[in-house]
């Protein structure tokens, strides 16, 4: 069944503001803490683009106890049947779940908990109008993606598991989808495979962390400082939106895990 404009036609989102932890952030090697400041300058020129690209905000306020909180992305998704809650695949981030749980309820979401003891970062879902990717990754389990999958399959998607890259953490790290038929992707997931009915557009070596954009109904929000992957994104016609990410790049984090959109 085609889920047609669950992919990036949104007219709401779910943020969370930085806390001070962020800088206590998890990071796969260190590349410097981010600025508390900096990431909420950064942070308020993100919810302004979602803003002016026709979504209503949801701005939660810092969960200092979760210092990668900010990542709103990795404990939930969002679909038009319902919110599913994830479990995110490392011990610092599990309990984020139940606070975005409860933030999802209050906003009037039905919840639908993932049930198994198996792990999902929403990091690792790629949503599209034909199919639910789910990338397995050192934070995305097969048990979780079992679990996931059969709410999934209840509501009437098809999904399939594909694998992040080594040493990325996100299969969205690496993708974005374009429209319902276009994805942008490193050269090293597109030779996986993993997106065999798909228009692929490729970034440009050496801009890999480019392909987290994310295309919000007209506009694709894409990083600052990957003129290559802008001007690929212009001359195929879609409409970049550039925002700078420096301090969530610190933390491995990028344009995709910072809303939940639906
Ligand atoms: N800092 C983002 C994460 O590791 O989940």
Redesign the pocket.
Known sequence: MSHANISFRFSNAIVCQPGQSVAR????ENRGQPDFRKFRQEHASYIDALEQAGLKVEVLPPQEQFP?SV?VE?AALCLPQGSIILR?G?PS?LGEADIMAASLARLGHETHPVLSDGFV?G?DILVTDSVILVGLSE?TDRNGYESLKQILSDWGYRVRAVHTPEHV?HFKSDCCLLDSETILATSRLAESECFSSFKILTVPEGEEAAANSIRVNDVVLTPDGFPATAELLAREGYSPVILGVTQAAL???GLS?MSLRF
């Open positions: 952030g998890l990071c796969a990668d990542f990795d995110p490392t981030r970062d990091g934070r953490l933390l491995d984090g895990c």
